[in-house]
């Protein structure tokens, strides 16, 4: 059990049993503020003799005063452990615990003298004194006094068994030994807690008027004085005679005489007040989250009277209560905690007055009790009697196993009967009755208001209802919001729905609209906690440990209570009884019942956010309706005031008055006008009630009534609500009810900061809403072709939603929103859209998630980029639209993109920002391309040579942003690829179509070789991969372009001859090499064929016949290694001629659109290159498209080139034999080389007209070994 700040410390738990021992810090622990500590030089109290068990009341104590001073070691002797008897094995366990008290210190006890007579009034009679509260005669306690107790600490329900008053609890456990008694309490259940009050049946049913309490009044005299034999026994009246008043007043003037006042201390100073005495749990929720309190006069069934002098949690056994007391406590000397009791020497202590005092001293843990003996109000004599020993005394003796077992048994009895939380219960016994009677109220008020024949009757006042409803509602309410403000609040989930739910089910929301809107709000908060995280929304299971918050069974009642008793008190059985000799009978087993936990809040996520939204929506709407009354109200109250003033007015001339400006119909001439919405919020400035203000984005402001907070917060937690709800379904892949709830969130975030009457300026809009609508543009947008049932999705509305919706309405119209979500027309629209989110997300956001924004604003700008530049490339190839028409589209990608590189700027995203240069590189290859005249010759033009050497530009630029492969290496090889490409178009065109008119000293073909070797730079043929192939061709191309331009320089004769003409056959061998190794027969056949070219210009103006046949035999070597080049062809050949069908033939054209597939960002790094990968293998398939040549066009070339390879062969073989045949004649060994150049002539002929490949195939296939021995013939010689 905690304690508050100024109590001592706690009861001690050994072993089984627990033992209290009253030390001077238990003893501070009875007041309030302990910490001061205040020297008393006072009289000591007489040493007492303790009296045996005995010893009769006559005997006196000593007058002699003991000189033992009031030390430490006397007060830890003195140990109370609750033992009963020494030599007896039964223990009581009781143990009190100090709540608050209104008391500030132990007063000391004055002993009077003998004879002092206690009827003259001291000098301080009925003063107040700060160590000590004494009884009044002329004050009295509220009526019901534990609400008022439950009120001041509501930590200590659920944790308790009952709260009661201490008088409440003694006559309780006092029926079985007074059975003439007379009983009459009304029981509430909040939780496992039972409040216990005093009913007056005589205040309440008999002197009120008969529209009070009407309900309960004709129960009970319909009901109950009908079954009872003497009615007068119910009719009890509190006795006022003149002896109980005597008697009152003569107990009080004896205890102020019994104040030392000259021992009495100086008052302490008045300390600061940080936080009320009765606050035991330090709130974990800031202020500004606070719900408004009940009124006061709500909070309890009757106006509050004066309060206790003290509260306890008293723990008597098993079972734990809180008490309101106001037993007064002295102390002095040897005693430093007593109690005072004066006694009337002519009677005897009855046990009824025993159990009384042995109980008061248990319930504050006073370990002795000093008596006072008197004779017609003269002091005769003290006696100093134990605590243990007071249940063995003489004339009062009595059992406290008896006293624990009627505690356990009725406690037991209320429990499996008043099981019902929010109904009140009758606890009644008529005088001489052995049965003890248990009413459900709030039953018998709902049949009070049904007439016979079933119709309801007309209630004519208020009071016809139960007059416990409301307090009980707002005591669950105020229990609830004091759970939810505690540290352990995320244990008590459960429990605190279930009071919520209790308290909303007890309030009409018509009567009560702030106290209803806010239990809506708690729930809500509750579903949906406030500090939930909407990108990564996760919500556990809540179930409370204990389980004190529902509707309980008992079974261990069947030991005290008959077969008869044991119904349980229901609408159909109102009533339950129990007879007073059960409640005598050993209670053996745990007084507590077995509670049923509070069902846990379990569900889906979007389960958790419906249920929350559907308690803003009520709470809204109790806020609207009550609202809307009160402007009605005032309204009226204006209307009436209007109308009897303008009567005034008409019977009175309307007069000037002194000091009054009389009023013109003019406006000020600086005056602004009045738009008519007035700003709820205060200043922040200045300083306005905590209570009283929101929280908004880590900004807190004060607003002006409680209506406006709840508005606020509830707008805020349906915005939060949305939200989630919007990022569930976009992680379910709903976008179109995602879109909708994220519309939803923004126009109540609107709503929200139309309430506070600020500017969006002052409230910016979340940047996560805003982010996660850009995330939902985008993610339409690639799933285009499904966007029919997100729009379907998008137009749906629940009845929840559509009472959301005219809330907000009537708040904040959406046409003046600021910011509203729609859905796109098109990929274009839905691109722009979640552009434009992103943009305004980075305008609120922290640095964090500026690094995310800006990657993702990145993204989408490359994304509408390249679909501007698709756009601008399918008109000017589709429709045949000029360059300069869409020129415009063009301009927009550009700056879009330039966009996207200064935000991957931003975070230095080295990808992503060479990635976005590589397709402006792109984009600016697309404009040199449509930017080509199409009337008049091919030319390369100036516009073609700018937009060419801006794309080198951008590619310089990535690879700079890169500058190695180990950064990225899937973007490195694509820029590479990229700009390689680019240096080899622009070559090839200029190579191709030179300018026709060029500038003085500019050399075309120096211009196209420089290009062409920076393009074959960046073809690495020898790394494996993907790309090897399209790097090796490009290379072989590149190789046979240079040797081009080298070759034709040997035709003009520029240059060293001897050394360009070894570059043209060194680029045309490895131009060759590539070839072979991609075994393509064109171009091994074209590159072969060139080479022949490049050496039949050399046999011009060569006389010499060895360099002649030199010459020849390399062209024959040449055209022979074409074997495989001819193979290729064969088969290709022999392939389309078994072709059934070529429908289905790939074409070369597929490769260039394949190869202009833009490569764009990908929204996740982890798939950002996958575009990329799927663009590479398209090139690649398309190159081995066109490597296989199996189309017309391919056969075609084939063709033409085979017929130019059978020519060359032919002319080289008789210029051989024309040659060897002019020196055989001067050599007859040469005869044999004539006859095999004849062979090899011969097989170069197709005389069996087969295809020409499959002939010039097995041509070259006999002439290679032929052409080996005219070789070794020839080196022999």
């Given at each position: 059990?905690?304690?508050t ?13 627990v033992?209290?021992a009253l030390?001077p810090?238990?003893?501070?622990s ?16 007489s040493?007492?003799?303790?009296p ?6 006559g ?13 430490q ?27 608050s008290s ?20 001291p ?37 308790v068994?009952?709260?009661?008053d201490?008088?409440?609890i003694?006559?309780?456990l006092k ?12 029981i509430?259940r ?12 005589y ?25 009872l ?6 009719l009890?009246r ?5 002896n ?10 004896f ?13 302490p ?42 509260n306890?949690v ?16 002295f ?23 025993g ?25 005769q ?17 009595f ?11 009725i ?22 009755d052995d ?5 459900d ?15 309801e ?22 229990v ?16 605190i729905?279930?009071l ?7 309030l ?12 809506h709000?708690?729930l809500?908060?509750?579903y ?20 004190e ?25 109102p ?12 209670h ?16 889906t996520?979007e ?6 939204l ?5 709470a ?15 309204g ?40 008519g919405?007035k ?14 203000t ?6 807190q ?27 569930t379904n ?11 709830y994220?519309r ?21 809009i ?9 995330d ?5 947008l690639k799933v ?11 137009n749906?509305?629940?009845?929840t939603n ?20 729609k ?10 859209l ?17 690094m995310?924004l ?37 301009q927009?990608s ?25 397709n402006?590189?792109?984009l ?6 449509y ?6 010759p ?28 180990k950064?990225?290496m ?16 622009m ?22 070789l420089?290009?062409?070797?920076k ?5 690495d ?37 001897k ?5 043209a ?7 060759a090499?590539?070839f072979m190794q ?6 091994i ?26 010459l ?5 070597q ?15 050949a ?17 490769c ?18 996958r ?12 190159q ?8 017309e066009e ?21 210029a ?18 004539v ?5 090899m002539?011969s097989?170069s ?31 022999q010689?």
């Amino acid at each position: 059990m905690e304690s508050t700040d100024g109590e001592a410390e706690a009861t001690k738990v050994k072993d089984e049993d627990v033992e209290v021992a009253l030390t001077p810090r238990m003893t501070n622990s009875l007041v309030i503020s302990p910490s001061k500590t205040v020297a008393r030089a006072s009289q000591a109290l007489s040493p007492i003799r303790k009296p045996s068990r005995n010893t009769s009341h006559g005997e006196f104590i000593s007058q002699s005063k003991s000189q033992e001073p009031y030390n430490q070691a006397n007060i830890d002797a003195s140990v109370y452990d609750g033992n009963l008897n020494e030599n007896q094995d039964l223990h009581i366990h009781s143990a009190a615990v100090v709540k608050s008290s209104e008391v500030e210190f132990p007063v000391q006890f004055h002993e009077l003298q003998s004879n002092t007579d206690l009827k003259m009034p001291p000098s301080n009679w009925l003063q107040e004194h700060t160590s000590i509260r004494l009884p009044n005669p002329t004050q009295k306690h509220a009526d019901f006094s534990s609400f008022l107790m439950a009120h001041q600490f509501p930590d200590c329900i659920g944790e308790v068994d009952v709260i009661s008053d201490a008088e409440n609890i003694k006559k309780l456990l006092k029926i079985p030994y007074n059975p003439k008694s007379h009983v009459s309490m009304m029981i509430h259940r909040v939780g496992k807690t039972l409040l216990i009050d005093e009913f007056d049946v005589y205040k309440y049913l008999l002197r009120q008027t008969e529209k009070e309490w009407h309900w309960l009044r004709r129960f009970f005299f319909e009901h109950v004085l009908q079954s009872l034999t003497h009615k007068e026994n119910v009719l009890v009246r509190p006795n006022k005679s003149r002896n109980v008043v005597q008697s009152r007043s003569l107990l009080s003037k004896f205890l102020y005489h019994s104040i030392n006042e000259e021992a009495r201390p100086a008052s302490p100073p008045p300390q600061p007040v940080t936080e009320s005495p009765v606050s035991v749990r330090r709130p974990s929720l800031p202020m500004n989250e606070m719900m408004p309190e009940p009124p006061l006069e709500e909070q309890l069934p009757q106006p509050s009277g004066q309060s206790f002098t003290r509260n306890v949690v008293w723990n008597f056994e098993d079972l734990h209560m809180l008490i309101g007391t106001d037993l007064p406590i002295f102390g002095g000397g040897t005693h430093p905690c007593v109690s005072l009791r004066l006694r009337d020497m002519s009677k005897p202590i009855n046990i009824l007055t025993g159990i009384d005092y042995w109980l008061d001293n248990l319930m504050c843990n006073v370990p002795e009790v000093v008596m006072c003996y008197h004779l017609d109000g003269i002091v005769q004599k003290y006696e100093l009697i134990k605590t243990e020993d007071l249940p063995h005394m003489c004339d009062c003796h009595f059992s406290p196993r008896l006293v624990r077992d009627v505690a356990q048994n009725i406690l037991s009895f209320l429990n499996s009967k008043a099981t019902k939380e929010g109904h009140t219960y009758w606890l009644f016994k008529g005088k001489d009755d052995d049965i003890v009677k248990l009413y459900d109220l709030t039953s018998l008020c709902r049949e009070g208001r049904v007439s016979v024949d079933g119709t309801e009757e007309e209630t004519q006042t208020e009071d016809s209802g139960n007059p416990f409803t409301i307090p009980v509602a707002m005591l669950f309410y105020r229990v609830a919001k004091n759970m939810r403000a505690s540290e352990d609040a995320h244990t008590k989930i459960a429990s605190i729905r279930a009071l919520l739910k209790n308290c909303l089910t007890l309030l009409d929301k018509n009567e009560y609209p702030k106290i209803v809107s806010s239990a809506h709000y708690m729930l809500s908060d509750l579903y949906v906690p406030q500090d939930i995280d909407p990108d990564s929304p996760v919500l556990d299971d809540c179930s409370d440990e204990d389980s004190e918050w529902s509707s309980t069974v008992d079974s261990d009642d069947e030991d005290c209570c008959s077969k008869q008793d044991t119904q349980s008190v229901t609408p159909a059985n109102p009533s339950s009884t129990i007879k007073v000799s059960s409640l005598c009978k050993p209670h053996t087993n745990k007084t507590q019942s077995h509670y049923y936990k509070a069902p846990p809040l379990l569900g889906t996520l979007e389960e958790r956010c419906q249920c929350a939204l559907n308690h803003v929506v009520e709470a809204l709407q109790c806020l609207h309706t009550s609202s809307t009354r009160e402007h009605e109200r005032s309204g009226t109250k204006r209307n009436k005031a209007t109308g009897v003033s303008r009567s005034q007015d008409e019977q009175e001339p309307k007069m000037a008055r002194p000091f009054h400006p009389i009023p013109m119909p003019y406006s000020p001439l600086n005056g602004s006008p009045d738009n008519g919405k007035k700003a709820l919020v205060v200043a922040k400035e200045r300083s306005a009630d905590d209570h009283l203000t929101v929280s908004v984005l880590c900004q807190q402001y004060s607003v002006a009534s409680w209506l406006d907070k709840l508005n606020i917060l509830l707008l805020r937690k349906a915005s939060l609500v949305y939200l989630v709800m919007a990022r569930t379904n976009f992680s379910m892949k709903r976008y179109g009810l995602a879109l909708r709830y994220i519309r939803f969130s923004l126009h109540a975030w609107h709503g929200m900061a139309c309430r506070l009457g600020l500017e969006e300026s002052d409230v910016p809009i979340p940047c996560q809403a805003l982010t996660l609508a850009g995330d939902i543009f985008y993610m339409i947008l690639k799933v285009w072709e499904e966007v029919a049932s997100h729009i379907d999705d998008y137009n749906s509305i629940t009845a929840t939603n559509q009472d959301m919706l005219t809330l907000l309405e009537s708040i904040l119209p959406a046409q003046e929103c600021s910011w509203t979500i729609k859905l796109p027309c098109d990929t274009e629209e839905a691109l722009a859209l979640s552009c434009l989110s992103f943009e305004k997300a980075l305008s609120a956001a922290d640095p964090q998630a500026a690094m995310v924004l800006s990657r993702r604003l990145g993204n989408v700008c490359n994304e509408l980029g390249v679909m501007y530049m698709n756009q601008a490339a399918k008109m000017c190839e589709e429709k045949n639209i000029g360059f300069q028409d869409t020129e415009e589209l063009w301009q927009r990608s550009a700056e879009i993109l330039n966009r996207g590189i200064e935000y991957f700027s931003r975070v230095s995203d080295v990808a992503n920002i060479a990635l976005l240069h590589s397709n402006t590189g792109r984009l600016l290859r697309l404009c040199a391309f449509y930017c080509v005249p199409k009337a008049g010759p091919r030319e390369f033009v100036n516009p073609e040579r700018y937009y060419y050497d801006q794309a080198i530009k951008e590619y310089q630029k990535a690879l700079e942003i890169l500058k190695s492969r180990k950064r990225s290496m899937e973007i490195w090889d694509l820029v590479v690829w990229e700009y390689g490409t680019t240096l080899y178009t622009m070559a090839s065109l200029l190579q191709d179509h030179p300018p026709l008119v060029t500038a003085a000293g500019e050399d075309v073909a120096r211009e196209v070789l420089d290009l062409l070797t920076k393009a074959l730079k960046y073809c690495d043929v020898k790394i494996p991969g993907v790309r090897q192939p399209l790097y090796q061709y490009r290379a072989a191309v590149i190789y046979m372009r240079i040797a081009g331009i080298y070759h034709n320089a040997v035709r003009q004769g520029e240059g060293e001859m001897k050394n360009t003409k070894h570059l043209a056959q060194l680029n045309y061998s490895k131009a060759a090499t590539l070839f072979m190794q991609l075994e393509n027969p064109t171009d091994i056949l074209k590159v072969q064929l060139d080479q022949a070219v490049l050496i039949e210009d050399q046999l011009q103006g060569i006389s010499n016949q060895q360099i002649l046949i030199k010459l020849h035999l390399s062209i024959l070597q040449l055209l022979v290694d074409c074997v495989p080049a001819l193979k290729s062809s064969e088969a290709s050949a022999v392939a389309k001629v078994n072709q059934t069908s070529t429908d289905n033939m790939p074409k070369i054209s597929s490769c260039s659109h394949n190869q202009n597939k833009q490569v764009g960002a990908n929204m996740d790094d982890r798939s950002k290159y996958r575009e990329n990968n799927n663009a590479c293998s398209e090139e690649i398939s398309c190159q081995n498209e066109y490597l296989t040549y199996e189309d017309e066009e391919s056969q075609e070339k084939i063709r033409a080139l085979l017929v130019v390879f059978e020519k060359k062969i032919q002319n080289s073989l008789m210029a051989l034999i024309k040659i060897y045949s002019s020196k055989s004649k001067k050599s007859s060994h040469l005869g044999n080389d004539v006859s095999l150049l004849r062979e090899m002539y011969s097989l170069s002929l197709n005389m069996q007209s087969l295809p020409l490949a499959t002939h010039l195939l097995n041509a070259t296939t006999a002439i290679t070994p032929l052409l080996s021995q005219l070789r070794t013939r020839k080196r022999q010689l």
